[in-house]
């Protein structure tokens, strides 16, 4: 069974940096995409960043290029999100996701297996 646990969430001030690891295990995809939602009280699920298997592809909402970076570690079966120069409204609910469709998109909102998120709150 494919699990993904997000960690590395918290609280930090507005201009500070997290990096957010998400851990998958039975993750037994020749191919796949991972990604990173996130969603913020009272507003819809957002997607932040995603990353196909030898990254030849690899999107990035707007708001968050150029402060935040997705990468891989294949020998540890873990994706990382880091989150510099963070913003107010980079606060939300932040979600790992992937599956073996091997895509990644703007449009692309559905992934076959999430985790159950981690909290990011950036303080004035």
């Known amino acids: 069974e494919v699990q993904l646990v997000e960690s590395g969430g918290g609280l930090v001030q507005a201009g500070g940096s997290l990096r957010l690891s998400c851990a998958a295990s039975?993750?037994?995809?020749?191919?796949?995409?991972v990604a990173w939602f996130r969603q913020a009280p009272g507003k819809e699920r957002e997607g932040v960043v995603c990353i196909t298997s030898n990254a030849h592809s690899i999107y990035y909402v707007e708001s968050v290029k150029g402060r935040f970076a997705i990468s891989t570690d294949n020998a540890k079966n873990t994706v990382y999100l880091q989150m510099n120069s963070l913003k107010l409204e980079d606060t939300a609910v932040y979600y790992c996701?992937?599956?073996?469709?091997?895509?990644?998109?703007?449009?692309?909102?559905?992934?076959?297996?999430w985790g159950h998120g981690t909290q990011v709150t950036v303080s004035s």
């Open positions: 039975g993750f037994t995809y020749d191919h796949y995409a």
């Open positions: 996701a992937g599956d073996g469709w091997d895509y990644c998109a703007a449009y692309r909102d559905e992934f076959d297996r």
